[in-house]
């Protein structure tokens, strides 16, 4: 529908919608770049990503360096060839900040879809428009924005817009962003085949076409975690350790999920599931909970989160969260539409008014918005001292040295082929440099890795200002 047929009311909530999504914009665009220029953000993941993403714009297609600084692919640690299709926005503006801004504007701009799959559901401008609002002051998504950069954070926005464009039928578009989806992480592939099968039910016209995009999309994904990722590794996937309860090869772990149901319950109780799934259904005031079958197409992120033995997996603080976000507020919109139908009587207003105090209540509680309850604001009220001559030492740093820098120097450094993170590599670099905010976190290896360097001969002190010191082989 073209904007001339809008009424007053859709162009009144289409502004409001559009004003909120530029202030969403705004403040973390701000946020993620301080962040960076503070060194807030990392060599994990920040720097990995522009490293594989500068290095294929140079002619190096999907190349990074591991932790010791040796040359490697991408795909030996992930499939999330997105990177490659960002890396054309590199011609306009190589740093690392362009993938900081491209996150917040895809993620942001998610908002819309929220908006127009409800419009679509449940008919309502006031509720649509609430939805899209709460899903703005999610604090999943939110951490996920300021958690450094991810390919698959984008998936929130890219499996938002294909379940409205399955919708709306317009199949080459869906078509468009369940690849996108796809390509931002190897499991990803799973989630976009069940909406491929869900395609195929709902859909029997076209009933050839969605089996075939399931298929094909099982096939990545099999192909992608089987063989790829092992062959460029040289090993299985790195990420299988997290699962070791139930097996060391994919098949073993697959297996033993599917017949292990008790051993499944006994894990997820142990780690403390139940406030992470609060987390993520809280701030909807539990209406997905009203419409569960679309919780399904979150199912294979859930499972890998909380049947995993990495406590960062049973968090919102970082990006696995990313592929379920998008679910959660599909069936909320689902949950407030079957509200309205179980109970005609309860008024729109109200249904507002409360999902509009549970986004704003989850926003404090659990979000990391200056006014919540534990912000995440360090760089706004604690700036690295010294960072501008730091930087500008930073980027005199030739291109050609084989570099080994503590963790939050190493999205600064990332735009070379070679970069180690302390303490690997320290011995095989040309220069060694520490940014040390706090000694006392420090870890035991780091800690190690600076007194060893300190004593050897080898190395010289090349620069030091305040608690960034730079060592130079001699």
């Known amino acids: ?14 502004t409001i919608l559009a004003i909120c999504i530029a202030a969403y914009i705004i403040y973390f665009t701000l946020a993620s770049f301080l962040r960076y220029d503070n060194f807030y953000t990392g060599r994990f993941d920040l720097g990995n990503m522009d490293q594989a993403v ?24 992930h499939a999330d060839f997105l990177l490659i299709l960002l890396s054309p926005f590199y011609l306009i503006w190589e740093h690392p900040k362009t993938l900081l801004l491209i996150q917040t504007f895809v993620l ?17 401008n006031n509720l649509s428009l609430t939805l899209a609002i709460a899903y703005l002051l999610y604090p999943a998504m939110q951490y996920t924005n300021l958690y450094d950069f991810h390919a698959v954070t984008l998936a929130a926005t890219f499996l938002l817009a294909a379940f409205y464009f ?7 578009w869906l078509t468009i962003f369940l690849v996108l989806s796809g390509l931002t992480k190897e499991q990803v592939w799973i989630t976009v085949a069940l909406i491929g099968f869900y395609g195929f039910i709902v859909n029997k016209s076209k009933r050839v076409f969605f089996l075939a995009l399931s298929l094909i999309f ?3 994904f099999y192909y992608l975690v089987w063989h790829a990722i092992p062959n460029a590794r040289g090993s299985q996937h790195f990420a299988l350790s997290y699962f070791s309860e139930f097996g060391d090869s994919p098949t073993e772990i697959v297996k033993n999920i599917i017949a292990s149901p008790q051993k499944i319950f006994t894990i997820m109780l142990t ?3 139940l406030n992470y799934l609060k987390q993520l259904l809280y701030p909807l005031g539990l209406f997905s909970l009203l419409a569960p079958f679309f919780l399904i197409f979150a199912l294979p992120d859930l499972l890998i989160n909380l049947l995993s033995n990495n406590p960062q997996l049973h968090q919102i603080y970082y990006q696995y969260s990313a592929a379920i976000t998008p679910f959660v507020f599909i069936s909320a919109i689902y949950g407030v539409k079957n509200i309205k139908i179980w109970f005609p009587k309860i008024p729109n207003a109200l249904v507002v008014c409360y999902l509009l105090i549970v986004a704003c209540y989850s926003a404090y509680a659990f979000g990391p918005l200056p006014f919540s309850k534990s912000p995440n604001i360090d760089m706004f009220t604690k700036p690295q001292k010294n960072r501008v001559v730091i930087e500008n030492f930073l980027s005199r ?52 890795a600076f007194e060893s360097v300190m004593l050897n001969e080898d190395y010289k002190i090349a620069f030091h200002i305040g608690n960034f010191i730079v060592f130079e082989k001699r």
Do not use: C
Request: net charge positive.
């Open 108 to 124: 942001g701009f998610g908002a819309f879809f929220v908006y127009a799959i409800a419009k679509n559901v449940i008919k309502n």
């Open 397 to 448: 740093v030739p291109e050609e040295y084989r570099v080994a820098a503590t963790n939050n120097l190493g999205s600064h450094l990332s735009q070379r082929q070679r970069i180690a993170t302390v303490p690997e590599g320290i011995y095989d670099s040309d220069i060694v440099l520490f940014l040390i905010n706090n000694i006392s976190k420090l870890s035991k290896d780091e800690k190690k």
């Open 271 to 273: 780690g403390n599931p």
């Open 166 to 172: 399955l919708l709306k039928k317009k199949y080459i």
């Open 1 to 14: 529908m073209g904007v001339r047929f809008l009424s007053k009311a859709q162009m009144k909530h289409l």
């Open 54 to 77: 500068w290095n294929t714009i140079n002619g190096r297609i999907f190349e990074t360096s591991n932790i010791n600084g040796d040359v490697i692919s991408r795909l030996s640690t």
């Open 218 to 220: 099982i096939f990545f």
